[in-house]
């Protein structure tokens, strides 16, 4: 080859880029933010405009317990990736346990919201404007809740093998901020469906 | 050209290795290479860029005269809507998010992307979108009647995307189609956001990325905050047409002007993501065969990210129709005309950049001349439209489809052209023929100006669009003739282009790392790069690194 | 007759409007054209690069301040103008009051015609709207109501009246004051499905006087003629009346247009045909045939049964 080499020129001092773990995950949260806002917005527009009923306050109760349950498990989840950080992998499996138990605890109050409320009082999606409107954004979220938990239950199976140290703590930090996220949409969905809605 | 060209990587073909078909297949298909993934993006946008194109051949021909039945008004339809999805999610966003998955990384000086798998993953969906979406033909009626492909248009207002007013499943391969491909684009948008923040080379603060790894970068953060919603509003729409909701059903209280709105916020930033890379082409091109930096570096900028933020705020304007209050009318108005402060600031920068400079025509150069003025009248045209008692009477006539062909044809597709005679020789290690490059560039104006100027005036003298024929009496038999003229033209300009691929990928010169003299990074490896790129790390000082390398003596980094 | 609906020819104070606010666009577009489209041709030619200078590159200049604020100054001073004169004429046109002798129409679009009610006349009609024109100085203009039956379809006369669109569970308005009688052609503009194309408007403006007897006459009940009892009875025991409405008829189906006084229109399903009798019989047969995909069905009638059915809707006038 004829070709010069490349001018070897100092690196600067420092040369330090954001993380692409968090980078990745923060992009993806703004984007599902974005999906979220729509549905909101088709949520609190449609708020008042059936044209037959149920209406919200006639069906939902709040769901307290399962929502703070959930905004626990983010503290829980917390704890966790910090337990990691300091190498104690036996907390760490603990809290992590708690964070699934908790939204598990979120999932099966949902379902038993829903079972309710389709069997017992004959309220579906086709029902009118607000089933279409509540089923799919507290479903929208559930499901969200669902993706969350397989990513959770997959660390727990590494960690039940003995595969999850220190070495992980940041992955478990970011998949942690997913659910964060997942726990942060909960606080507008139920402020929308359950505060502003009924 | 410098004589003693730099290389940071590659010794030419090493990288390509012989295998049989079969083995290269499977390289192709399996493989996490940025550069690959980008030239599948690229070569599946090429292919339907000639499907949608025929599409658009058949509903040109069947309005060449008044009352003419060529097709039936079914197949029209079908055709229309199809070819309005193709041109837009099938071409367009795939050539460009090809072209960023290609050269985002070369310069910004990283090996590859920042998640590789997630990359190929982001293709083969927005592939697989586009191949359910033409599955659609092969269903219903048989092939004559154009299967069940969709046929609402390619905003499908509702209602007619209801269960009630489209039956059987064309409606579903469409919004499948769209949430498919959806998913692949933003991932491919995540990945070039990583990119571009995280895998910078050393030296490469954000002000001295390359303009064009600006503008990928803005299109990307777009993409991520609005394909999101279209995709919300496609799930609402399975949701109606699968579970029996209600969002867009106006019997039971819905509402269809929400779906206007949930998609033009979607549909308005659409079109600058599908613009702004064609920016990127001209703010590399240009001052390359001008032979002096970009004007303006921090001016653009500004103005590209300026237009990412007002676009957000514009949608409405597709909607001066359905009855919005005067003020809304009147903010609509305004933000759609301020955006033209932003663009204005761009072609003045290229301007600026030609100023004082030595211009070269050679062929990538002539596409973007074409650009600026094509993207000038376009824009002029946009801004008739933003007035809104102007659109009161062009709105869904043929003279937004005049608009939308000048900005998508005139401006995208040339510096798409551009961009191809361009880096061609990077990535494949052949020059393009100049000569059929001229001869692509003078036949597709000609046949560019033949249809779509002429289309203007049909749509002042009150044709609309959507219609698959019209009456004799009215004036408008004349410019359609034009119009059908000219698709010739551009037929046989891009059959042109298509050979001078395949001839020079044959015969073609041999390119060499650098055939433009031009100054970023993806210059200074081999042609084809090596497919880790860069042996080592790049260090840059400026934002022309090859610049400083060729002229040791008077380096950018003395005055940025 | 000139029959093109450019709108650059305007008959009606409204599409006037819109038309001088155009040209006053067209002029600023127009002149932004000429001086940026000649700054970019004397920079290809003059910056052009010479034979014999290939080598040495050009002075490198990286911006300017300046000229940047420059270029941005004047972009938004246009803008501000064009915002203002905007926000006049859309308040104009928009928000224009409604006189005391104006017309009152309700327009309802549907696949693929028009229904037009005048709730103050008692008249129903479809296709084919005749108003009176308006006199600038006892004004009469006419006021639409916008609804849609299906999907969102768009009013749009170009000489006229600018568009506005009808849309389903909603209500929209618009105007029109035509200065000249006539007859003004105008289509659905927007999108509706298959015969989106076959959805056209013909606007007749009368003078005053004409519009008094043709309201006159739309407000008779058709007579009963005998030779075409045979037909009527045809009309009466099929299907036509599930769909159509024929005053003292026991038909009164409002999926379709009125038949009341069907041959007092020139053409036949949104213009689709002339409307002749030979037509008509070919639409009764075959709707496909004029106008294919039409959600009238083929009414599979004997050939005597046709013959009477549209000696019949002959004596519809
Ligand atoms: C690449 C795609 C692209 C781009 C870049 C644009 C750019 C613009 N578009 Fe266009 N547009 C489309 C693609 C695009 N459009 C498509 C696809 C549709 C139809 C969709 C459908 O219905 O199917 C559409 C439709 C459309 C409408 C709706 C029409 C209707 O349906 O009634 C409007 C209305 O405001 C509009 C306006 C504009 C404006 C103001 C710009 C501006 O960004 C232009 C800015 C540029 C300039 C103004 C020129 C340069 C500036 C200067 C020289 C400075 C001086 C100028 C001033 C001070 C004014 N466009
Ligand atoms: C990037 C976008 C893009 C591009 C490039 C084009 C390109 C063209 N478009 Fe398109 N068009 C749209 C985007 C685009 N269009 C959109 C979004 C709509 C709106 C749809 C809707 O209303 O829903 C539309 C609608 C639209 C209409 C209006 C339909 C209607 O309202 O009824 C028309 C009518 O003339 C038209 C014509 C054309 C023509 C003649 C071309 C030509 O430039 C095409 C030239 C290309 C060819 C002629 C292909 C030639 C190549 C070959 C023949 C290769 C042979 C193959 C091999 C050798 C492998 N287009
Ligand atoms: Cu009605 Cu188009
Ligand atoms: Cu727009």
């Given at each position: 080859m004829s070709a010069r080499t490349a001018p070897i020129l100092p690196a600067p001092a420092s040369w330090r880029l954001p993380d692409r773990g968090i980078v990745g995950m923060v992009s993806l949260i703004v984007?599902?933010?974005?999906?979220?806002?729509?549905?909101?917005?088709?949520?609190?527009?449609?708020?008042?405009?059936?044209?037959?009923?149920?209406?919200?306050?006639?069906?939902?109760?709040?769901?307290?317990f399962i929502s703070i349950c959930l905004w626990a498990s983010s503290a829980t989840v917390e704890l966790a990736v910090r337990a990691l950080r300091r190498g104690s992998t036996r907390p760490f499996g603990l809290w992590w346990l708690a964070t699934i138990?908790?939204?598990?605890?979120?999932?099966?109050?949902?379902?038993?919201?829903?079972?309710?409320?389709?069997?017992?009082?004959?309220?579906?999606?086709?029902?009118?404007?607000?089933?279409?409107?509540?089923?799919?954004?507290?479903?929208?979220?559930?499901?969200?809740?669902?993706?969350?938990?397989v990513g959770l239950a997959l660390v727990q199976a590494f960690a039940f093998l003995g595969r999850v140290g220190p070495e992980h703590a940041h992955r478990t930090h970011v998949l942690g901020l997913y659910w964060h996220f997942v726990d942060a949409v909960w606080v507008v969905v139920f402020t929308v469906v359950y505060v502003i809605g009924r | 050209m410098t004589s003693d060209s730099l290389t940071l990587g590659g010794a030419g073909a090493a990288d390509a290795r012989d295998g049989t078909f079969l083995e290269t297949l499977h390289d192709w298909v399996v493989t996490v290479d940025h550069k690959r993934l980008g030239l599948?993006?690229?070569?599946?946008?090429?292919?339907?860029?000639?499907?949608?194109?025929?599409?658009?051949?058949?509903?040109?021909?069947?309005?060449?005269?008044?009352?003419?039945?060529?097709?039936?008004?079914?197949?029209?339809?079908?055709?229309?809507?199809?070819?309005?999805?193709?041109?837009?999610?099938?071409?367009?966003?795939?050539?460009?998010?090809?072209?960023?998955?290609?050269?985002?990384?070369?310069?910004?000086?990283?090996?590859?992307?920042?998640?590789?798998?997630l990359n190929a993953l982001g293709f083969w969906l927005t592939a697989f979108g586009g191949f359910l979406l033409y599955f659609s033909f092969l269903g219903g009626d048989g092939l004559y009647g154009a299967g069940s492909a969709p046929d609402v248009g390619w905003f499908a207002y509702a209602p007619l995307t209801s269960t009630a007013f489209s039956k059987g499943h064309s409606t579903d391969y469409w919004t499948l189609a769209i949430l498919l491909g959806g998913?692949?684009?933003?991932?491919?948008?995540?990945?070039?956001?990583?990119?571009?923040?995280?895998?910078?080379?050393?030296?490469?603060?954000?002000?001295?990325?390359?303009?064009?790894?600006?503008?990928?970068?803005?299109?990307?953060?777009?993409?991520?905050?609005?394909?999101?919603?279209?995709?919300?509003?496609q799930i609402m729409l399975c949701i109606d047409r699968y579970l029996g909701g209600h969002f867009f059903d106006t019997q039971a209280g819905g509402s269809a002007v929400i779906w206007q709105h949930f998609f033009w916020m979607f549909g308005h930033p659409e079109v600058y993501v599908l613009i702004i890379p064609g920016f990127a082409f001209a703010s590399e091109i240009i001052p390359v065969f001008s032979r002096k930096a970009i004007f303006g570096y921090p001016a653009m900028v500004a103005a590209t990210t300026g237009i990412g933020f007002l676009s957000m705020g514009v949608w409405a304007h597709h909607m001066f129709t359905v009855g919005m209050s005067s003020h809304a009318n009147t903010f609509f108005a305004l933000i759609t005309m301020a955006v033209g402060i932003p663009t204005g600031i761009k072609i003045f920068n290229w301007l600026g950049t030609m100023w004082g400079g030595k211009i070269r025509f050679a062929t990538p150069m002539m596409f973007c001349l074409g650009f600026l003025f094509q993207f000038l009248i376009a824009g002029l045209t946009g801004i008739m439209l933003a007035a809104v008692p102007f659109d009161w009477q062009l709105s869904d006539s043929y003279f937004v489809v005049a608009h939308f062909h000048y900005v998508l044809l005139g401006g995208l597709l040339m510096t798409i052209f551009a961009a191809m005679y361009y880096w061609?020789?990077?990535?494949?290690?052949?020059?393009?023929?100049?000569?059929?490059?001229?001869?692509?560039?003078?036949?597709?104006?000609?046949?560019?100006?033949?249809?779509?100027?002429?289309?203007?005036?049909?749509?002042?003298?009150?044709?609309?669009?959507?219609?698959?024929?019209?009456?004799?009496?009215?004036?408008?038999?004349?410019?359609?003739?034009?119009?059908?003229?000219?698709?010739?033209?551009?037929?046989?300009?891009?059959?042109?282009?298509?050979?001078?691929?395949?001839?020079?990928?044959?015969?073609?010169?041999?390119?060499?790392?650098?055939?433009?003299?031009?100054?970023?990074?993806?210059?200074?490896?081999?042609?084809?790069?090596?497919?880790?790129?860069?042996?080592?790390?790049?260090?840059?000082?400026?934002?022309?690194?090859?610049?400083?390398?060729?002229?040791?003596e008077d380096p950018d980094w003395l005055y940025e | 007759m000139n029959l093109v609906p450019n709108i650059f020819a305007p008959v009606s104070g409204h599409a006037r409007a819109l038309y001088t606010y155009s040209m006053l666009v067209l002029g600023i577009t127009g002149a932004i054209f000429v001086v940026v489209a000649s700054l970019l041709a004397y920079a290809v030619v003059r910056f052009r690069e010479r034979p014999g200078d290939e080598r040495v590159e050009p002075p490198q200049i990286y911006g300017s301040d300046q000229v940047e604020i420059a270029w941005t100054v004047i972009p938004v001073l246009i803008v501000i103008v064009l915002a203002l004169v905007t926000t006049r004429t859309i308040h104009a046109v928009q928000d224009a009051p409604k006189p005391p002798g104006a017309i009152e129409v309700t327009a309802i679009g549907r696949q693929w015609w028009w229904e037009l009610r005048?709730?103050?006349?008692?008249?129903?009609?479809?296709?084919?709207?005749?108003?009176?024109?308006?006199?600038?100085?006892?004004?009469?203009?006419?006021?639409?109501?916008?609804?849609?039956?299906?999907?969102?379809?768009?009013?749009?006369?170009?000489?006229?009246?600018?568009?506005?669109?009808?849309?389903?569970?909603?209500?929209?308005?618009?105007?029109?004051?035509?200065?000249?009688?006539?007859?003004y052609l105008g289509q659905c503009s927007e999108y509706c499905g298959t015969q989106h194309a076959k959805m056209l408007l013909r606007v007749y403006v009368h003078t005053r006087e004409d519009f008094a007897k043709w309201v006159a006459t739309q407000k008779e009940a058709p007579v009963a003629e005998p030779k075409a009892a045979a037909g009527r009875h045809v009309f009466e025991t099929t299907a036509?009346?599930?769909?159509?409405?024929?005053?003292?008829?026991?038909?009164?189906?409002?999926?379709?247009?009125?038949?009341?006084?069907?041959?007092?229109?020139?053409?036949?399903?949104?213009?689709?045909?002339l409307n002749t009798p030979e037509n008509l019989r070919t639409w009764i047969r075959a709707p496909e045939r004029l106008k294919p995909g039409s959600l009238m069905p083929a009414m599979q009638l004997e050939d005597r049964e046709l013959d009477d059915l549209v000696a019949y809707l002959v004596t519809l006038r």
């Amino acid at each position: 080859m004829s070709a010069r080499t490349a001018p070897i020129l100092p690196a600067p001092a420092s040369w330090r880029l954001p993380d692409r773990g968090i980078v990745g995950m923060v992009s993806l949260i703004v984007a599902e933010t974005a999906i979220f806002t729509i549905f909101v917005v088709a949520y609190l527009y449609y708020l008042g405009k059936n044209l037959s009923g149920p209406e919200p306050r006639q069906v939902l109760e709040v769901p307290v317990f399962i929502s703070i349950c959930l905004w626990a498990s983010s503290a829980t989840v917390e704890l966790a990736v910090r337990a990691l950080r300091r190498g104690s992998t036996r907390p760490f499996g603990l809290w992590w346990l708690a964070t699934i138990v908790l939204a598990a605890v979120f999932l099966g109050g949902t379902a038993r919201e829903w079972y309710h409320l389709i069997y017992v009082e004959g309220f579906t999606i086709r029902t009118n404007l607000f089933g279409t409107t509540f089923y799919s954004l507290v479903g929208l979220h559930a499901f969200h809740v669902m993706v969350g938990l397989v990513g959770l239950a997959l660390v727990q199976a590494f960690a039940f093998l003995g595969r999850v140290g220190p070495e992980h703590a940041h992955r478990t930090h970011v998949l942690g901020l997913y659910w964060h996220f997942v726990d942060a949409v909960w606080v507008v969905v139920f402020t929308v469906v359950y505060v502003i809605g009924r | 050209m410098t004589s003693d060209s730099l290389t940071l990587g590659g010794a030419g073909a090493a990288d390509a290795r012989d295998g049989t078909f079969l083995e290269t297949l499977h390289d192709w298909v399996v493989t996490v290479d940025h550069k690959r993934l980008g030239l599948l993006y690229i070569v599946y946008g090429i292919v339907f860029l000639a499907v949608g194109g025929l599409e658009a051949t058949i509903m040109r021909v069947q309005l060449a005269a008044a009352n003419l039945h060529v097709v039936s008004p079914q197949v029209f339809n079908r055709m229309m809507t199809m070819h309005g999805t193709t041109m837009v999610f099938l071409v367009g966003v795939p050539i460009l998010f090809g072209f960023g998955n290609y050269l985002v990384p070369l310069m910004v000086g990283a090996r590859d992307m920042a998640f590789p798998r997630l990359n190929a993953l982001g293709f083969w969906l927005t592939a697989f979108g586009g191949f359910l979406l033409y599955f659609s033909f092969l269903g219903g009626d048989g092939l004559y009647g154009a299967g069940s492909a969709p046929d609402v248009g390619w905003f499908a207002y509702a209602p007619l995307t209801s269960t009630a007013f489209s039956k059987g499943h064309s409606t579903d391969y469409w919004t499948l189609a769209i949430l498919l491909g959806g998913f692949g684009t933003i991932g491919t948008a995540i990945n070039i956001i990583t990119t571009v923040l995280c895998l910078r080379c050393p030296g490469m603060t954000l002000g001295k990325m390359p303009l064009a790894v600006w503008m990928f970068f803005t299109m990307s953060a777009m993409t991520l905050v609005v394909m999101t919603p279209l995709s919300a509003a496609q799930i609402m729409l399975c949701i109606d047409r699968y579970l029996g909701g209600h969002f867009f059903d106006t019997q039971a209280g819905g509402s269809a002007v929400i779906w206007q709105h949930f998609f033009w916020m979607f549909g308005h930033p659409e079109v600058y993501v599908l613009i702004i890379p064609g920016f990127a082409f001209a703010s590399e091109i240009i001052p390359v065969f001008s032979r002096k930096a970009i004007f303006g570096y921090p001016a653009m900028v500004a103005a590209t990210t300026g237009i990412g933020f007002l676009s957000m705020g514009v949608w409405a304007h597709h909607m001066f129709t359905v009855g919005m209050s005067s003020h809304a009318n009147t903010f609509f108005a305004l933000i759609t005309m301020a955006v033209g402060i932003p663009t204005g600031i761009k072609i003045f920068n290229w301007l600026g950049t030609m100023w004082g400079g030595k211009i070269r025509f050679a062929t990538p150069m002539m596409f973007c001349l074409g650009f600026l003025f094509q993207f000038l009248i376009a824009g002029l045209t946009g801004i008739m439209l933003a007035a809104v008692p102007f659109d009161w009477q062009l709105s869904d006539s043929y003279f937004v489809v005049a608009h939308f062909h000048y900005v998508l044809l005139g401006g995208l597709l040339m510096t798409i052209f551009a961009a191809m005679y361009y880096w061609f020789p990077k990535a494949t290690g052949k020059m393009l023929s100049q000569t059929l490059g001229r001869w692509h560039f003078w036949l597709f104006v000609i046949g560019f100006h033949l249809t779509f100027d002429t289309m203007h005036i049909p749509g002042i003298l009150g044709m609309p669009r959507r219609i698959y024929t019209y009456e004799a009496d009215r004036g408008w038999d004349v410019f359609n003739l034009i119009c059908t003229v000219g698709v010739a033209f551009q037929a046989l300009a891009i059959v042109l282009f298509l050979w001078n691929v395949v001839r020079s990928l044959l015969w073609g010169k041999d390119a060499g790392n650098d055939p433009w003299d031009a100054w970023t990074l993806e210059w200074a490896v081999s042609s084809p790069p090596p497919h880790y790129n860069f042996a080592l790390l790049p260090v840059v000082r400026s934002r022309r690194p090859l610049w400083d390398f060729k002229h040791p003596e008077d380096p950018d980094w003395l005055y940025e | 007759m000139n029959l093109v609906p450019n709108i650059f020819a305007p008959v009606s104070g409204h599409a006037r409007a819109l038309y001088t606010y155009s040209m006053l666009v067209l002029g600023i577009t127009g002149a932004i054209f000429v001086v940026v489209a000649s700054l970019l041709a004397y920079a290809v030619v003059r910056f052009r690069e010479r034979p014999g200078d290939e080598r040495v590159e050009p002075p490198q200049i990286y911006g300017s301040d300046q000229v940047e604020i420059a270029w941005t100054v004047i972009p938004v001073l246009i803008v501000i103008v064009l915002a203002l004169v905007t926000t006049r004429t859309i308040h104009a046109v928009q928000d224009a009051p409604k006189p005391p002798g104006a017309i009152e129409v309700t327009a309802i679009g549907r696949q693929w015609w028009w229904e037009l009610r005048y709730p103050d006349l008692g008249i129903v009609t479809a296709n084919e709207l005749h108003i009176p024109v308006s006199d600038p100085r006892n004004p009469t203009p006419t006021y639409l109501t916008l609804l849609s039956a299906d999907v969102a379809h768009s009013f749009w006369v170009p000489r006229l009246a600018g568009k506005t669109d009808l849309i389903p569970n909603r209500v929209n308005h618009t105007w029109m004051d035509p200065e000249q009688p006539g007859l003004y052609l105008g289509q659905c503009s927007e999108y509706c499905g298959t015969q989106h194309a076959k959805m056209l408007l013909r606007v007749y403006v009368h003078t005053r006087e004409d519009f008094a007897k043709w309201v006159a006459t739309q407000k008779e009940a058709p007579v009963a003629e005998p030779k075409a009892a045979a037909g009527r009875h045809v009309f009466e025991t099929t299907a036509c009346l599930n769909c159509h409405a024929v005053q003292g008829t026991v038909g009164n189906g409002r999926f379709g247009p009125d038949l009341t006084h069907l041959m007092s229109r020139e053409t036949l399903a949104s213009g689709a045909a002339l409307n002749t009798p030979e037509n008509l019989r070919t639409w009764i047969r075959a709707p496909e045939r004029l106008k294919p995909g039409s959600l009238m069905p083929a009414m599979q009638l004997e050939d005597r049964e046709l013959d009477d059915l549209v000696a019949y809707l002959v004596t519809l006038r």
